[in-house]
């Protein structure tokens, strides 16, 4: 009965989609990222990155894998998903480093690429990328689908984040039970509930053709409105859940998802839903309860980051979007200038971020792992924005400021490594991923085995340290380690510069060898060796089993240290 439903819903996948091209579009060498294009628009560097950036998301599936899978070295796993619950929760993507799947930052990360590809969509169709988008988004989508059974109850996390954390391994032997948790009438979860609405009308809004206005390039080519209207009733369903249950941030309930992604507050979440949803169903009233989120819940003159976990600063730039597009729902003066007080911030300073010496947008505190997210993310935004700034010299600085970002970030950086993995010979060799890894030691994770077993064609990685430093170690998940959110900005940075870019992304100005290991070792939440001075340096050996936590000396046992690893804290220790 479970085989022939999966079947049924893995031939259903494949025929609903824009078809995909014959040859498949395949990640060349990173040896070719090193030589430059001929130019011209669609430049074929910018191209080939965007089409690594979603190859990423495709290494990241779980679930029965489709015939059309183009990630030989992955197999199909974990397939009893949702068998505590007598559901199938098969399918969607594991989060990053390791095994778990988390629903928050998925709708967030889903939410974001949707929306980019509103915006900037033709740089997926010019670069032949299109059906890998629909491919991607329907994979996550038709997960979502499946993770909302019903109108009050959402899946919010596959598995034990501690059990996971403590195995490190191929995709075969993945360590079960693996528990499904959920959020429901009696145990909610405003942010989780509205953030999968929000993730679900933005989608809608693609499939649709609901675009914001000409000032944009237009969606990507894969409008279909019979999966746009079921994306809209899920939306529609759980921005009720959110509403009218109790209020409430989704780890209150389920304990167990904060542990990796807790969840700061819910007024953003709302907020973005109730916008998203009120350009889907054409609705002033929608429009005006956002408004009505954004003042009770104090979303104005925030100057932090936007996240998996904080919308806000996206909040006024769709409130102008929206309102440019249909004056009748508001007047977009204020929403320009409550953009441009959170932008200005960052271009111009005067923002909770500052710059490191070598260019990179970092916030204290939330840039201590993965930094590259905050900035690219920014970068994101700025763009988005440019055609609604209020003056020229704005346009200008924002788009020369993000420009900055996205050079920084594709090896313009003192490193000279560009932070995507095999778009170059600089590119990191040693990302935090289980499955890429070919290792299952973990306690010897960055030697065995010594080379990573497989390329992890696109993923972004979590990036420098502040001292602009990169160590491609693998036991060091906040500099190396992939996530599925960590390529949403890039993606829609990507298409935007296929747009319009004709020089090259900055890599391929890289030749071999360009990368030099800084020196000493890191100093972050994975390792301390490199926070005493140079004196500690293990000479790229890690002291297996001792470890100084920041909360004070605390010897852990082995099993106990990686759960110490992998627990990120604050920030996004999902994986
Ligand atoms: C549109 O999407 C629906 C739902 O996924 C699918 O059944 C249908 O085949 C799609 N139509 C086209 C023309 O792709
Ligand atoms: C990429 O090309 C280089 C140089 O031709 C070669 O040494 C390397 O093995 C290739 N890598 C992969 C993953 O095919
Ligand atoms: C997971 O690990 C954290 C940190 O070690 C601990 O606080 C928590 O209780 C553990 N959760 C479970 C379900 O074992
Ligand atoms: C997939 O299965 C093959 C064959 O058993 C194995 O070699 C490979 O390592 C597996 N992939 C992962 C990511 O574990
Ligand atoms: C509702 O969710 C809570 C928290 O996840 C869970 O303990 C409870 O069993 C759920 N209720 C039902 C009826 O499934
Ligand atoms: C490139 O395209 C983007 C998106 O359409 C637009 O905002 C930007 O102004 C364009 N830049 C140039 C130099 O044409
Ligand atoms: C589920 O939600 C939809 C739309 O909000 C509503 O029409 C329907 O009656 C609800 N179903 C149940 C069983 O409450
Ligand atoms: C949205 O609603 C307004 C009336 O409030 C109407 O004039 C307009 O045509 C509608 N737009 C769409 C796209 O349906
Ligand atoms: C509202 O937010 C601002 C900036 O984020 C903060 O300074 C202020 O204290 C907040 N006010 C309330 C009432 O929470
Ligand atoms: C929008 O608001 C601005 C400033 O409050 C005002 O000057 C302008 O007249 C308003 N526009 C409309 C169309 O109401
Ligand atoms: C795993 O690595 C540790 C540390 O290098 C080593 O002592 C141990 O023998 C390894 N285990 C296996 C099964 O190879």
């Known amino acids: 009965m479970r085989n022939l439903f999966l079947l049924f819903l893995v031939c259903g996948h494949a025929l609903a989609q824009v078809p995909l091209p014959l040859p498949p579009f395949m990640p060349q060498n990173a040896s070719l990222g090193a030589i430059p294009s001929t130019g011209g628009v669609p430049n074929p560097q910018w191209s080939s990155l965007l089409g690594n950036l979603l190859f990423f998301y495709e290494a990241q599936r779980s679930g029965k894998l489709p015939s059309t899978n183009r990630v030989k070295w992955r197999n199909s796993s974990a397939l009893s998903d949702g068998q505590d619950v007598k559901l199938d929760l098969t399918g969607g993507y594991y989060d990053a480093g390791d095994y778990i799947k988390c629903t928050f930052p998925l709708s967030a990360a889903v939410m974001s690429i949707c929306w980019g590809a509103t915006d900037f969509g033709k740089g997926y169709d010019l670069a032949n990328q299109t059906p890998y988008l629909d491919d991607m988004l329907r994979w996550s989508l038709d997960w979502l689908v499946k993770a909302h059974p019903s109108n009050d109850t959402l ?9 996971t954390n403590a195995y490190w391994g191929g995709d075969q032997n993945i360590p079960e039970p693996r528990a499904s948790y959920q959020i429901n009438n009696t145990s909610p979860g405003t942010d989780a509930a509205a953030g999968a609405a929000a993730a679900f009308a933005a989608c809608s809004n693609l499939y649709a053709n609901r675009v914001f206005s000409s000032s944009y390039s237009g969606p990507a080519t894969l409008q279909n409105s019979t999966y746009a209207a079921a994306l809209l009733e899920h939306a529609q369903q759980l921005y009720n859940f959110a509403t009218s249950a109790r209020k409430v941030v989704y780890q209150q309930s389920v304990p167990e998802a904060g542990v990796a992604y807790p969840s700061s507050g819910y007024g953003d979440e709302l907020a973005i839903a109730a916008l998203f949803l009120s350009w889907a169903q054409n609705s002033t009233s929608l429009y005006q309860q956002a408004q009505t989120y954004y003042s009770q819940y104090n979303l104005s003159d925030y100057q932090g980051v936007f996240n998996w976990d904080s919308k806000t600063p996206g909040l006024p730039i769709l409130f102008a979007q929206i309102a440019q597009a249909n004056p009748s729902f508001g007047n977009i003066t204020n929403w320009r200038t409550e953009a441009e007080s959170y ?4 271009v111009y300073g005067g923002g909770e971020g500052y710059s490191t010496r070598g260019g990179l947008l970092y916030y204290p505190s939330d840039s201590e792992d993965a930094s590259l997210n905050p900035a690219l993310n920014a970068a994101m935004l700025l763009n988005r924005y440019l055609p609604l700034a209020s003056t020229e010299k704005r346009k200008q600085d924002y788009y020369n400021y993000a420009k900055g970002q996205v050079d920084y970030a594709l090896g313009k950086n003192p490193m000279s490594m560009p932070y995507v993995v095999g778009a170059n010979p600089n590119s990191p060799q040693n990302p935090h991923s289980a499955m890429a890894s070919g290792g299952n030691n973990i306690s010897d994770i960055n030697n065995s085995p010594p080379q990573e077993a497989y390329v992890l064609y696109g993923a972004v990685v979590g990036g420098p340290d502040k001292y602009d430093r990169f160590f491609d170690i693998r036991a060091d998940w906040p500099e190396t380690e992939p996530a599925i959110d960590y390529n949403a900005p890039m ?15 900055f890599y391929t100005s890289l030749q071999a060898g360009a990368y030099q290991k800084p020196a000493g070792m890191p100093c972050d939440a994975a390792y ?6 140079p004196q500690l340096s293990k000479g790229g050996q890690i002291a297996m089993g001792v470890v100084i936590g920041f909360a004070g000396v605390v010897i852990f046992s082995l099993v106990g240290w990686w759960g110490w690893l992998s627990w990120r804290g604050d920030y996004d220790p999902c994986y």
């Open 528 to 533: 301390t060796d490199g926070c005493g001075g």
């Open 343 to 346: 932008l200005d911030g960052i």
């Open 155 to 163: 899946f919010v996390q596959i598995a034990d984040t501690n059990l």
């Open 491 to 505: 993606l829609t940075l990507a298409a935007m510069h296929v747009l319009n870019d004709t020089s090259d992304p």
